[in-house]
């Protein structure tokens, strides 16, 4: 898929529901030419798709304009990252990985299916542990200099790393500062999907619809 077609099928399911109503229903078409789209919890920013000259947003199911201003993006992108893994190479093979990772940790908290992503000896491994349900599940994502451990709601994963599957990215990269805190996940070539903390497993805040 081209940066057009990415954002066609991935803007729905980036988009909040209609119960949410307003703005983040839609696609934001800015000035710098990037489009983005957000439901306060993940959010897929594609650069260099548009050349339009006045900003405006358009309903990602029915493009129809919307009208309200948009939440200012910058403020919740983060403008610099300590730690970034190198996802393996064959994307749609961590994908399954991932799939598989989603599922057993839906098993344990359908609303907030939790994993952990440390790396040791270089090796970047997806975790998910509950020693009340006795489940214990492993798979490696990739490679990193860095020391480190954070949160990933699972959900959030697949799809991020769904939309580089489908755009064929030769390689992708997960930033972050540790935690629980925002992660940016990219190809390094216009297509960024950031992933915000849910409320109940980190501290952050999303954009409000304003």
Known sequence: MNKQEVLAKYGKKFAAPPKVGGVLEGI??????????????????????????????????????IEGAY???????????????????DIKNVLVRVAAADGVATSINKKVPVAQIEAENGTVRLLVNSSRHHIEFSTVLGNTPDALQMGINTEHLLLALSVFADSMADQVYVRSNGGMGRMMITDKQGIEVLILPHPSTGEGNAPNNE
């Open 71 to 89: 939440p200012d993006m910058s403020q919740i992108i983060p403008t610099f990252f300590s730690k970034e893994i190198k996802v393996y190479e």
């Open 28 to 65: 934001h078409y800015a000035t710098d030419g990037a489009a983005y789209v957000t439901n306060r919890h993940v959010a897929l920013i594609v650069r260099d798709v548009h050349q339009l000259e006045h900003p405006i947003i358009l309903h990602a199911k029915t493009e129809m304009p």
